[in-house]
């Protein structure tokens, strides 16, 4: 049975979604900044960002990877297993953007406690 379909499947659902999560979370990050000046919240903006971007590439390899080991190793249905990494890939995804926050205000405050 072949794996390459679904595997790809679940990247790009799970790529779309994280990517919707992370606009979301990128706004939330530019709310968080407001009363920062552009010399903190620049750096801090760019880190999170760099850090979305990351936790989306990451979580659309963790879909392929799952899709293929749950398909392959486990003999699941492929709509099961496509459904599966999906949620687990994007819960992973929107954990990895929750800690772009934290990252984009520890930057952000250490910016500020600098100068």
Request: with cysteine; aromatic share 10%; glycine share 10%.
């Amino acid at each position: 049975m072949s794996t390459k379909i679904p595997s790809i499947i679940s990247s790009l659902i799970t790529l779309v979604l994280v990517v919707l999560i992370g606009v979301f979370l990128a706004f939330m990050q530019i709310i968080l900044l407001n009363g920062f000046s552009s010399r903190e919240g620049g750096p801090a903006l760019a880190a999170g960002f760099t850090c979305l971007g990351i936790g989306a590439i990451l979580s659309a390899i963790l879909a392929w990877a799952l899709a293929k080991v749950f398909i392959s190793k486990f003999n699941w249905n492929n709509i099961l297993a496509v459904f599966v990494s999906v949620l687990a890939s994007s819960i992973f995804g929107g954990g990895l953007g929750f800690a772009s926050i934290i990252i984009t205000i520890a930057v952000a405050s250490a910016l500020w406690d600098a100068r």
